[in-house]
């Protein structure tokens, strides 16, 4: 998930052609909607006033909102909505790791 977050968003990344963009779109959002109810699940378990849980929920909102923003007509919205859907993997992949290793 990182990997694929980090093509899009590394300093030095390259522009994508517009079919690669598309499918690294679908498999970003691909992610997240797998992301989200495991997170969900750790968070779960986690009393609500628990800073890390109570800051996965928050991400996920936000993922959740991300997920039904339209990419735009334009190939610099596209690549912007790319880029906030792989800041929204990456936060998804930390709050998972938060979650189980944060609490033990």
């Known amino acids: 998930m990182r990997e694929t977050a980090a093509l899009i968003l590394s300093e030095d990344a390259?522009?994508?052609s517009i079919p690669e963009?598309?499918?690294m779109t679908l498999r970003l959002r691909g992610m997240i909607m797998l992301a989200i109810p495991e997170i969900e699940v750790a968070a779960a378990r986690w009393p609500n006033d628990d800073i890390p849980a109570t800051c996965a929920r928050a991400c996920i909102g936000e993922a959740q909102?991300?997920?039904r923003m339209e990419p735009g007509v334009k190939l610099p919205q596209q690549i912007?909505?790319?880029q906030r859907l792989a800041r929204?993997?990456?936060a998804l992949a930390d709050h998972y790791v938060n979650l189980g290793s944060a609490h033990e």
């Open 65 to 67: 909102m991300r997920l």
């Open 14 to 16: 390259e522009l994508p």
């Open 80 to 82: 912007a909505h790319a």
């Open 88 to 90: 929204s993997v990456r």
């Open 21 to 23: 963009l598309v499918v």
